[in-house]
């Protein structure tokens, strides 16, 4: 079935009840079953469908990739000598196929991250719903709700699709997951002037939110993809994810690798056989060439640097869904960040009251009870007013696995301010007060109020906004004195509320009155009269962590944005708290982002720190306008209408705890802890990451470079020499074997390394840095040369006596000398691997027991190649022979350069940056 046009452009919160329904041709009595089906068929099921690419397909674009390309070419040539030849290489075509396998079920798994994003949101609809249809409830599907449909909701129910409210009564609806706002919003039927973000459209009820409390009836004017949920999944399935910065120039390294060697090959093919060499022979000569230029490993090593760096990630409460996520991490150069739970800790607390003219200040944050009230003169409205806010209260304090609050996170702050006056001694009474009768807290009105009995009186206790509150006031209590509250004292008390109001504190006053003990219940009648007691202000108080968080990310060159649903005045205090935007105290509204055009948000987006009352949309334009400046951006998020931002985000990080299953879904990063400070952590293990990433291709290339100059000098030789004509310095299975298990054991353990102290003290590294500079040719060309040099010597010293003339008198001398030509290579990778610990610094700088993973590598490369060259299983698949004692000497003296000339060359390059 499918869905034609349905009138989603509408405005709904702009209109009165009255004309929604005119709109939507309907009545509070609901659709008739004719008409309900017809619209049916008309506008197609509540659900949200998007095609979705197949599995197979899915699998089969994972080998569009240069890395896996290589790897499948080099099975490819090995198979090819297996059939050709005779070479025994099938083992070494199943390690190279292995590699490729693992490679693409690793990138099938990471795919359709936008599909599982999708099919959590699908997840929300929900599958029951009770419904008016002719003026009679009844339970149906909600996949049937059409528009004018009529909606019954109840606390605990989950809203089947967007709603406008038309019968409210205290009803209040968990939004957080299309809002980011984490405490329920108070719903009500009247139309709202002016356009609004959704945090503001009250009388609407989004589809996959939940009804905390209250009932209410709502009109349908929006099912399925026309609902706020299925804009948003229409927004991540349209969202092209940029690539990462090492992916982009891995793919272009290697492009540039494959077709340099191929020219390469093509060259010496051609010149071997214009020189008279035979072209069977000439082509699998060139066939070793190709495979001595191509790092086989690299690929795996590349992708286990980067799964390592991601376990390391994840003991620090960063969980890496993406692998090449990890490395981007470390050029990050803005991080945009939620407040509420990241920067902050999300626990209200009291922090500041004022009472009979005196200013308290209150220390400890969070949910545990325990600080000091200052200063230490203390009157008896200040005891009444914590009273007040632990009797007029709906919430409890919980201690399982430390404190937390089961209820409004305001009223747990009221809370946890009196159970800290009773151990600091205060003596706040908090004997039971039996609650006889109460009114709910209401928006529209702002205060709740509560009946109590004890001590043989009736007393009322009322909590709100300070506006209201004291509206209702004729007497305050002063050093526990009753006196009448005048003008002048009435505007004493609002400064306080603007004072107060401008440190970014949630305020709620405090009033009592007692009343006679025949009453058992109250109305908003009672609430003449009353005695003003105090003000409680409290606030989501930063987390110490993320104070010393941005200050790294300062130090890091990392620009650090909040972008919260909270208000701008408490957005900026937190922000000021935090040393975020040290410079500028600018904020931008997210009304004031509606107005802007992209350009206009492209021209301001460089130097704005907060952005406040965003709306979903906003986030994803903030990223987008970032990006175009350059900028590698992270973005947070922990809501369904965060989901959009952070699958265009170079690094989407959702939160593990708060966050919802589809915000989950659309990240590349999910914090455990919902810490911010964890996001520094994980930047810093970014930036080790791909250090260790160019040390492993640093070290890689020049090895496959030796290999290849030697096998390319041996063929242009042959003409000239029958050393080199029958028999190449290393045979192909030889050349695999070094590539793939020099991978293992020695550039392996490169990337285990232990971590620079300094990574945060730097900039990010432009992500348009290409992996090759001359420094990194320079070493490369170094050290292939060496390892040809020493190679070439040691197979020419050693095999030139087996040849008299045009004829090899001595086969196994000639073996013996290829088998020292292969472990003198071995051994040049022995030395070159302790100098490639460190790009820039001496090995003799850093202790050479700090990697024990590289001493057992070199260990076992060593016992590894005595059995190939001693042992009768070595010899004869890797067709070597046992080489006398006394060539070692020269062999050592050969490789020795591998670590001397690079040692020489780093001192160079210091020496001439320091001039």
């Not at 205060?426 to 109590?452: C, K, W």
Request: proline residues 5%.
């Amino acid at each position: 079935m499918k869905q034609s046009a349905q009138p989603d452009e509408t405005l709904w919160y702009q209109l009165t009840a009255e004309d929604t329904f005119g709109i939507l041709h309907s009545e509070q009595s609901g659709l008739s079953a004719e008409e309900a089906n017809a619209r049916l068929e008309r506008y197609g099921y509540n659900e949200i469908k998007f095609k979705k690419r197949s599995a197979l397909i899915r699998f089969l674009a994972q080998f569009n990739s240069p890395l896996i390309i290589i790897l499948l070419v080099c099975s490819a040539i090995t198979s090819a000598l297996c059939i050709w030849k005779g070479e025994d290489l099938w083992m070494d075509t199943v390690v190279i196929l292995a590699v490729v396998i693992a490679n693409t079920i690793i990138g099938f798994i990471q795919e359709g991250k936008a599909e599982a994003s999708v099919d959590a949101l699908e997840k929300m609809i929900v599958p029951g719903c009770t419904v008016v249809r002719g003026g009679k409830k009844v339970m149906m599907p909600a996949r049937k709700l059409v528009p004018g449909d009529v909606v019954v909701m109840e606390g605990g129910d989950r809203v089947p699709a967007d709603l406008r409210l038309f019968q409210a009564k205290n009803l209040s609806a968990d939004e957080s997951a299309i809002t980011g706002e984490s405490v329920p919003t108070f719903k009500k039927t009247d139309a709202i002037a002016g356009e609004r973000i959704i945090a503001d459209q009250s009388c609407i009820l989004f589809n996959g939110t939940f009804v905390t409390k209250g009932m209410g009836h709502g009109v349908v004017v929006g099912t399925g993809e026309r609902t706020e949920i299925g804009r948003i999944a229409k927004l991540i399935t349209e969202t092209e994810k940029i690539t990462t910065p090492l992916t982009r120039k891995m793919a272009e390294f290697t492009r540039i690798l494959v077709i340099v060697i191929l020219a390469i090959t093509v060259i010496n093919f051609v010149l071997a056989v214009w020189f008279g060499i035979e072209i069977e022979t000439a082509f699998l000569a060139s066939v070793s060439m190709v495979v001595a230029a191509i790092p086989e490993g690299l690929p795996a090593v590349v992708t286990m640097a980067l799964a390592i760096g991601v376990t390391a990630m994840a003991r620090r409460n960063a969980i890496i869904k993406r692998l090449p996520a990890a490395e981007t991490l470390g050029c990050t150069t803005v991080i945009c960040s939620d407040k509420t739970g990241t920067l902050t800790k999300n626990q209200m607390t009291v922090s500041r009251i004022y009472a009979g003219r005196r200013d308290y200040t209150v220390s400890g944050v969070g949910y545990e009870p325990s600080g000091e009230f200052t200063p230490a003169e203390r009157g008896e409205e200040l005891k009444l007013t914590l009273q007040v806010g632990h009797f007029c209260n709906d919430a409890r304090i919980a201690r399982e696995n430390g404190y937390s609050v089961i209820g409004d996170p305001t009223e747990g702050a009221l809370l946890v301010s009196a159970m800290k006056a009773v151990k600091a001694g205060i003596g706040v009474p908090n004997d039971p007060l039996q609650r006889l009768d109460e009114i709910p807290f209401d928006s529209e009105q702002q205060y709740m109020a509560t009946l109590h009995e004890g001590d043989g009186k009736h007393v009322i206790f009322v909590k709100g906004s300070p506006e209201r509150v004291l509206g209702m006031c004729q007497t305050r209590m002063v050093d526990g004195e009753i006196e009448p509250i005048d003008q002048a004292e009435r505007v004493e008390i609002l400064a306080k509320v603007d004072e107060m109001a401008g440190d970014a504190l949630r305020l709620l006053a405090m009033a009592y009155r007692e009343i006679t003990p025949e009453r058992g219940s109250i109305d908003e009648n009672d609430l003449l009269g009353m005695t003003f007691l105090g003000i409680q202000g409290m606030i989501d108080p930063a987390r110490e962590e993320a104070i010393d968080g941005v200050a790294k990310c300062r130090s890091a060159g990392i620009r650090v944005v909040m972008a919260t649903g909270d208000h701008a005045r408490t957005a900026k205090a937190v922000a000021r708290k935090l040393g975020i935007g040290i410079d500028t105290e600018k904020a931008v509204t997210g009304e004031e982002l509606s107005k802007m055009s992209d350009d206009e948000l492209y021209d301001v987006v460089a130097d704005v720190p907060v952005y406040a009352r965003v709306a979903p949309d906003d986030k994803f334009r903030i990223t987008r306008a970032l990006q175009k400046h350059g900028e590698v951006v992270a973005m947070t998020g922990d809501g369904v209408n965060d989901a959009p931002a952070l699958s265009a985000a170079d690094i989407g990080i959702a939160m593990g705890i708060t966050g919802t299953e589809v915000s989950k879904e659309a990240s590349d990063m999910i914090l455990a802890d919902d810490n911010f400070a964890t996001i520094v952590s994980a930047v810093e293990e970014g930036r080790y990451v791909y250090n260790n990433i160019k040390k492993v291709i640093l070290y890689t290339l020049p090895t496959n470079g030796g290999q290849a100059l030697l096998v390319m000098g041996a063929i242009l030789l042959a003409p000239f020499l029958t050393l080199f004509r029958d028999q190449l310095p290393l045979s192909p299975v030889q050349i695999l074997w070094i590539n793939l298990f020099d991978a293992v054991a020695l550039a392996l353990p490169i990337i285990m390394e232990p971590m620079e102290k300094d990574l945060l003290k730097k900039p990010p590294r432009n992500p348009d840095e290409r992996i090759t500079d001359p420094p990194f040719f320079r070493k490369v060309g170094l050290v292939s040369i060496v390892m040809a040099i020493s190679g070439f010597a040691m197979y020419y010293h050693y095999g030139l006596p087996a040849i008299d003339g045009p004829l090899v008198v001595n086969k196994e001398l000639l073996t013996q000398a290829q088998t020292a030509a292969f472990t003198t290579v071995v051994l040049v990778h022995l030395c070159y691997v302790v100098t490639a610990r460190s790009i820039t610094e001496s090995a003799f700088t850093f202790s050479p027991f700090s990697n024990r993973w590289l001493l057992g590598g070199m260990a076992l490369t060593i016992v590894t190649q005595l059995t190939i060259v001693y042992h009768p299983i070595g010899n004869a698949i890797l067709g070597t022979a046992p080489l006398p004692l006394e060539w070692w000497g020269l062999m050592i003296l050969l490789a020795l350069p591998g670590f001397v000339v690079i040692e020489v060359e780093k001192w160079l390059a210091k020496r001439g940056t320091s001039t």
